[in-house]
Structures are given as structure tokens and as C-alpha cells.
T-cell receptor, first 114, second 111 residues
Framework: GDSVTQMEGPVTLSEEAFLTINCTYTATGYPSLFWYVQYPGEGLQLLLKATKADDKGSNKGFEATYRKETTSFHLEKGSVQVSDSAVYFCALPSLKSGYSTLTFGKGTMLLVSP | ETGVTQSPTHLIKTRGQQVTLRCSSQSGHNTVSWYQQALGQGPQFIFQYYREEENGRGNFPPRFSGLQFPNYSSELNVNALELDDSALYLC??????????FGSGTQLSVL
């Protein structure tokens, strides 16, 4: 079945450092790919998405490129802020059941210090 | 603010009891799905409702059941609670588009 593998955290960075969170997936076909973010005490929010191979999703300075050949969707940001501290989840939808049926990775906690 | 409200925020139950969790979505959000998020894990899909009918289910036993109502509210019911049911339960709704709106969740502890 579908699966998502993320790098384990926590990832600890200083403010303005470069961020990479790795995500690889196994799926039937070529699904859309998502990154969700969960701030402390809150629900998940969609951060960015890509709907086909070579697409780049971007939002709030974060970027991720859909790489079909390596089945990857790594999240990057050039300069992190303290306010980016959160848990980040890579996810893909079920091709059969649609976008509300998501398979998530285990999440990667990001801690940014001033 | 996602417009998805869950209640209660925290709940403590004893093994073997039954629990009902509630979710209120935005008007027009015809799809609602429920997820279980164990500590340190990603959310796992439980089931999905579309216009009051279940139309998708994850790998969860029948003691997990749900309802969706015409006023865009929904319920997750869990019977015969087990210790492993302790988790954050997330409700997510969608206006038939590809964007999901998540609530903040109900933290269930089973003792």
C-alpha cells in the first residue's frame, strides 16, 4: 500500500539557517503530494502541495519539488525563523478515495532557536 | 482559524467504556474525515463521510463508528475502549475540493 517516510527529528536549527526535511513515498501511480504543518496546540494546516512530477510547491518561503525519479518531495527553506518551530508532515492522498483520505509520514519536529 | 471546531478538547475514559467525540464543520463542507494521531506518529485515516454516508474506511475495527448530520456536524464513536485508543483524534472537512480543513483535535486518554 501507499506509504510515506520522513527523516526523524527533532531538527534543531538556529534562526536564519537553511532547512531540509526529507520525504520519500511509495504509491501506485503519480499522486499529488502535500506538506502539512502542525503548530503546538493546533490542528494540521496545508503548507504546500504539488500535483504532478517536476511541480514545485511553495508557500511562506518553503518549497518542495515533486521528483518522480527518486519518489521524493523534500521540504526546504532558505532562512528559518523561530516562528517556524512546529511539526511537519509529508502526505499523499488515496488515488481511489481522493484528497480527504491521506497517508501521512510520522512527522518531523523542527525547533528553531534565536 | 479553519472553521472546524472539535469538542471536548480533552477527555479521560476507562478501558471498556464508550466515547463520543464531536466535530462542527463550515457550512458547505460535505466531506468529513476522522484521523487518529498517536503520540509521536502521523495521523492515521479512520473513515470518511460524504453527505451523511460513509464512503471510505481505514484499517480500524467496527467499534469505531461515525455519523454525519445535515447541519455539517459529525460524531466519532468508539466502543469498548482499549488502552491503545489513547490518542489525539482529528476531524477534517472539505468543501468537495482538494483542501482539507483540520480541527485542533480531541485528546483522549484511556486508563
Amino acid at each position: 500500500g501507499d506509504s510515506v517516510t520522513q527523516m526523524e527529528g527533532p531538527v534543531t536549527l538556529s534562526e536564519e539557517a537553511f532547512l531540509t526535511i526529507n520525504c520519500t513515498y511509495t504509491a501506485t501511480g503519480y499522486p499529488s503530494l502535500f506538506w502539512y504543518v502542525q503548530y503546538p496546540g493546533e490542528g494540521l494546516q496545508l503548507l504546500l502541495k504539488a500535483t504532478k512530477a517536476d511541480d514545485k510547491g511553495s508557500n511562506k518561503g518553503f518549497e518542495a519539488t515533486y521528483r518522480k525519479e527518486t519518489t521524493s518531495f523534500h521540504l526546504e527553506k532558505g532562512s528559518v525563523q523561530v516562528s517556524d518551530s512546529a511539526v511537519y508532515f509529508c502526505a499523499l492522498p488515496s488515488l481511489k478515495s481522493g484528497y480527504s483520505t491521506l497517508t501521512f509520514g510520522k512527522g518531523t519536529m523542527l525547533l528553531v532557536s534565536p | 482559524e479553519t472553521g472546524v471546531t472539535q469538542s471536548p478538547t480533552h477527555l479521560i475514559k476507562t478501558r471498556g467504556q464508550q466515547v463520543t467525540l464531536r466535530c462542527s464543520s463550515q457550512s458547505g463542507h460535505n466531506t468529513v474525515s476522522w484521523y487518529q494521531q498517536a503520540l509521536g506518529q502521523g495521523p492515521q485515516f479512520i473513515f470518511q463521510y460524504y453527505r451523511e454516508e460513509e464512503n471510505g474506511r481505514g484499517n480500524f475495527p467496527p467499534r469505531f463508528s461515525g455519523l454525519q448530520f445535515p447541519n455539517y456536524s459529525s460524531e466519532l464513536n468508539v466502543n469498548a475502549l482499549e488502552l491503545d485508543d489513547s490518542a489525539l483524534y482529528l476531524c477534517a472537512s472539505s468543501p468537495d475540493s482538494e483542501k482539507l480543513f483540520f480541527g485542533s483535535g480531541t485528546q483522549l486518554s484511556v486508563l
